[in-house]
């Protein structure tokens, strides 16, 4: 459901993709140069290859590595590399959302820690290729929950009661929402509008009792 | 909360479910073993007392109710009213964070006292299996069903349970039940 950008998203969040478009024609020339095959091959390669709007091409941001959700001090997240000390702006989707700093501490499977991994949750929330990190927070309750993004490459911002932040940084604004269902809670990020078209990621903690449900 | 947490807890045992619905379940989880999938039962049948502690730790905790308007449960020794208010919430609040409760926004009601799990008639099951499987219906006729990460959408998987009396519930993952509730 992820946007894709030119096929830049197989590339580690596309950074280094305009190097290597750049330099890649470069060496591929030095190498057939050496091998004293004609340079006419390389330069119509070179010539391909850059055609391409390399400085307009905008910036990926991998919603799964780089959006989990959180309860408390705890964020589960489809990304087992984040290092200690990793900056997570966190959304609390309570009512007006907020945001509060937070930084990376340890992984960890404590269940203190990580509501989340109570023993009567933790077979349905601790899927394979998802990871549990102790937070650093100041002003983060026991209770509350919602959205953290990893080193967001714009500061989430609230306007009218909502938490926005352009995480593709292509003019439009991601928003953030949480909302109950029979025994969890789930967790979105849309572009612009919440509720609106499919969400940009999505992600669901099971809590192992019964509720009433309110997402819509 | 220690208490609760060693006489009312959440059964992950099938044969804690009432029948029907017990047979039934037994029916479906076999034929996705014999399928080749594999079934993780999270949980059966739930606690009334757990469900009655949460309910009322969150009422009273959030501000919601006051302490003396809690009822009491047969079986259950608590105290809800600590004489003060302020007291009563904080313990409630003690109760909220230590059960890991959540409190979503626009969420006006408590934990449920009542419930198909609380019943007996639901299962919460994580199933998993490689690329394509063929299960038997209960008609014994052989559907093949592929995998999906998101098993809320496999409308097949869905119709091979439905065929055993599990209706699933599209939004939690694992949730299976008598009605789809």
Same mark, same amino acid.
Request: charged content about 25%.
């Given at each position: 459901m992820e946007r894709k950008q030119d096929g830049i998203d197989s590339?580690?969040?596309?950074?280094?993709?305009?190097?290597?478009?750049?330099y890649r024609p470069l060496l591929l020339c030095g190498a057939i140069a050496i091998l004293l095959i004609p340079a006419a091959s390389c330069r119509k390669a070179h010539e391909t290859r850059t055609t391409q709007p390399v400085a307009a091409a905008p910036a990926t941001f991998t919603f799964a590595e780089r959006i989990g959700w959180f309860q408390g001090p705890c964020l589960a997240i489809s990304n087992s590399h984040l290092a200690q000390g990793t900056s997570v702006a966190l959304v609390v989707t309570g009512e007006p959302q907020k945001i509060q700093p937070a930084r990376i501490l340890e992984p960890t499977t404590s269940a203190t820690t990580c509501k989340a991994l109570l023993p009567d949750r933790a077979k349905t929330n601790a899927t394979p290729g998802v990871a549990f990190y102790a937070l650093e927070t100041t002003n983060v309750g026991a209770a509350d929950m919602g959205i953290g993004i990893v080193e967001p490459p714009a500061a989430p911002a609230i306007a009218d009661g909502l938490a926005r932040a352009d995480l593709l940084r292509d003019g439009q604004s991601e928003v953030f929402t949480s909302c109950a269902t029979s025994e969890g809670i789930k967790f979105a990020v849309w572009t612009a509008k919440p509720y609106?078209?499919?969400?940009?990621?999505?992600?669901?903690?099971?809590?192992?009792?019964?509720m009433q449900p309110t997402c819509p | 909360?220690?208490?609760?947490?060693?006489?009312?807890?959440?059964?992950?045992? $099938?044969?804690? #479910?009432?029948?029907?619905?017990?047979?039934?379940?037994?029916?479906?989880i076999k034929a996705l073993e014999d399928a080749g999938a594999t079934v993780t039962i999270t949980e059966t049948r739930r606690s009334a007392k757990r469900a009655y502690l949460f309910h009322w730790c969150w009422l009273i905790g959030l501000g919601k109710a006051k302490a003396s308007e809690a009822t009491d449960m047969t079986g259950v020794e608590i105290e809800w009213d600590h004489g003060d208010d302020d007291k009563s919430k904080a313990g409630a609040q003690e109760m909220i964070d230590g059960?890991? #409760?959540?409190?979503?926004p626009n969420s006006t009601n408590a934990p449920a006292l009542s419930s198909n799990h609380i019943a007996g008639n639901a299962i919460d099951i994580n199933i998993t299996w490689k690329d394509t499987?063929?299960?038997?219906?209960?008609?014994?006729?052989? $559907?093949? $069903?592929?995998?999906?990460?998101?098993?809320?959408?496999?409308?097949? #998987?869905?119709?091979?349970?439905?065929?055993?009396?599990l209706k699933k519930l599209t939004t939690d993952k694992p949730h299976w039940s008598v009605d789809g509730r």
């Open positions: 590339i580690t969040n596309g950074r280094r993709l305009p190097v290597l478009i750049f609106q078209g499919d969400p940009r990621w999505s992600g669901y903690d099971y809590l192992g009792y019964d | 909360m220690t208490w609760a947490n060693a006489h009312a807890t959440a059964s992950d045992s $099938v044969d804690d #479910l009432a029948d029907p619905f017990k047979s039934n379940a037994k029916d479906f059960f890991g #409760l959540a409190v979503p499987i063929k299960i038997k219906k209960k008609d014994g006729t052989e $559907v093949s $069903v592929t995998f999906m990460d998101d098993v809320n959408q496999n409308t097949t #998987l869905h119709s091979v349970g439905e065929s055993y009396g």
